[in-house]
């Protein structure tokens, strides 16, 4: 297994893994957004490039850009 799929594994695995126990939602929201690059950095090591920039658009761009307007929105920010 290349070092690129383990490094974007961990990535994924940690990032997704704090997003569920994370307490902050802005933080949950941010770990989300690291996991999807994550994604898209294993999407890149299997040689699918275009699948990689969509999941990176929509996977670390625009999904984390939704919940942050839902947070603001809501004002559900954890003190």
Do not use: N, Q
């Amino acid at each position: 297994m290349p070092m690129l799929d383990i490094l974007a594994a961990l990535i994924v695995i940690f990032s997704f893994a704090y997003a569920v126990r994370a307490k902050d939602l802005l933080a949950a929201t941010i770990a989300t957004s690291l996991g999807g690059l994550g994604t898209a950095l294993y999407f890149l090591s299997l040689h699918a490039p275009d699948v990689a920039m969509a999941e990176a658009a929509v996977g670390a761009g625009l999904v984390p850009l939704i919940f942050v307007v839902a947070i603001v929105r809501t004002k559900r920010f954890e003190k």
